[in-house]
Each structure stands twice: as structure tokens, then as C-alpha cells.
């Protein structure tokens, strides 16, 4: 079975600052990952994905993810963090086989960037 | 605003009562999916369709739950008999899949719909 793990359910980070947000994840066969932003009361944004290619992947806002096939890691990241980052975050793999299945979500990471 | 949308964004019940939600995916968007996400988790799968095909059903998904999409447009949700254990925010997103979306399409998601039983 396909599962994602953020093994933090907070990151503090002063504004300007660079920031990490980790995500791992197990899946059999290639995997399909995804980061989407949640912000209060909304529903999921989507900031990036990794399909093949490129280990480093560019997205929203500023955001970019390193995919680590030999670490099982898909961490996200941003040069210089912002107060407006603050918010809800969640990594996806999608399930296989692939073809547009459900996605299977970690249990989230709350970010909150200091002034 | 991703196009998807939600209605009612916000529903109290008192437990017993049957509720029902509604999804308006983006309009030429073929699948769609209804998830679940209470406090401090992500959101699980529920259950997707295929134009107005229901192709999966998660366990989840109790006998007290329905979703249709009739048409292959728009989609309904409905609890009956509700449980306090139904409190969550049910999201739906809708996506081009199949040949059409290439297999690798992200998944809009619609701002949700909060259920409170009491």
C-alpha cells in the first residue's frame, strides 16, 4: 500500500529565512508526488508535482521540492520564507496504478513564519 | 478560486438527520472525487467517478453513504442518519483524467464543506 509520512506536525521559520518542509513516502513502483497548501477556512491548493525527470522541481509561490529516489524523500522548500507562507501543508503520492487514482495524503505540516 | 465549487460551505445537524452536499467540478473536467478530512489529518479518499460512472468506493464509505453525479457534471453527497463521528470537511476535486488528461494531472480541489453533527 501507497502511504506518505511528514514527520513534523510544525515548523517555525523567521521571515526571510530559508525553509524545509519534509515529506517520505513508500509506494511500489514509480511515484507520483505532490505538494498542496491549505490555507484556513479553503480548500487544497496545488503548489508542485514530480512525475519523472528532473529530481528538482519548480512550483508556486516560490516553492520548489527535491525528489531523493534512494532516501524515499520529496522535501519542500523555499529560499526565503514569508509571512503569507504560513499555512496548512500536505504531501501526496498517488496511488497505483496510476491514470489519475486517488491520492493518499499525509497527515499535514503546519507552517508558521514569524515576523 | 479553483473553479471547483461547494455548497453549502458550512452544515449543523443534529444527529439522525440525513444532509446532503453538492460539487460543481470545472466543467470539462471527466472525474471527480469526494474526500474526508477531519482535525489534524489529511484527506482520504472517499470515492471518484468517471463522468457519471462511480469507479471506486472506499471503505470509508459506509452503507449511510451515497454519491452520484447523474449527469457526469455536477455531484452529490449524501449522509443519512448522521453521526457525530461524520463532523469532518468533505472535499471534492475534479480533474481531466484518462487519455485525455495524459495520467498525470494534479487534482483541483473545491473549498469544502464543514459538517458539524451535534
Known amino acids: 500500500a501507497q502511504s506518505v509520512a511528514q514527520p513534523e506536525d510544525q515548523v517555525n521559520v523567521a521571515e526571510g529565512n530559508p525553509l524545509t518542509v519534509k515529506c517520505t513516502y513508500s509506494v511500489s513502483g514509480n511515484p507520483y508526488l505532490f505538494w498542496y497548501v491549505q490555507y484556513p477556512n479553503r480548500g487544497l491548493q496545488f503548489l508542485l508535482k514530480y512525475i519523472t525527470g528532473d529530481n528538482l522541481v519548480k512550483g508556486s509561490y516560490g516553492f520548489e521540492a527535491e525528489f531523493n529516489k534512494s532516501q524515499t524523500s520529496f522535501h519542500l522548500k523555499k529560499p526565503s520564507a514569508l509571512v503569507s507562507d504560513s499555512a496548512l501543508y500536505f504531501c501526496a503520492v498517488r496511488r497505483l496504478p496510476s491514470g489519475n487514482t486517488p491520492l493518499v495524503f499525509g497527515k499535514g505540516t503546519r507552517l508558521s513564519v514569524i515576523a | 478560486d479553483t473553479g471547483v465549487s461547494q455548497n453549502p460551505r458550512h452544515k449543523i445537524t443534529k444527529r439522525g438527520q440525513n444532509v446532503t452536499f453538492r460539487c460543481d467540478p470545472i466543467s470539462e473536467h471527466n472525474r471527480l472525487y469526494w474526500y474526508r478530512q477531519t482535525l489534524g489529518q489529511g484527506p482520504e479518499f472517499l470515492t471518484y467517478?468517471?463522468?457519471?460512472?462511480?469507479?471506486?468506493k472506499s471503505r470509508l464509505l459506509s452503507d449511510r453513504f451515497s454519491a452520484e453525479r447523474p449527469k457526469g457534471s455536477f455531484s452529490t453527497l449524501e449522509i443519512q442518519r448522521t453521526e457525530q463521528g461524520d463532523s469532518a470537511m468533505y472535499l471534492c476535486?475534479?480533474?481531466?483524467?484518462?487519455?485525455?488528461?495524459?495520467?498525470?494531472?494534479?487534482?483541483?480541489f473545491g473549498p469544502g464543506t464543514r459538517l458539524t453533527v451535534l
Open positions: 467517478f468517471q463522468n457519471e460512472a462511480q469507479l471506486e
Open positions: 476535486a475534479s480533474i481531466l483524467g484518462g487519455l485525455a488528461g495524459g495520467g498525470y494531472n494534479e487534482q483541483f
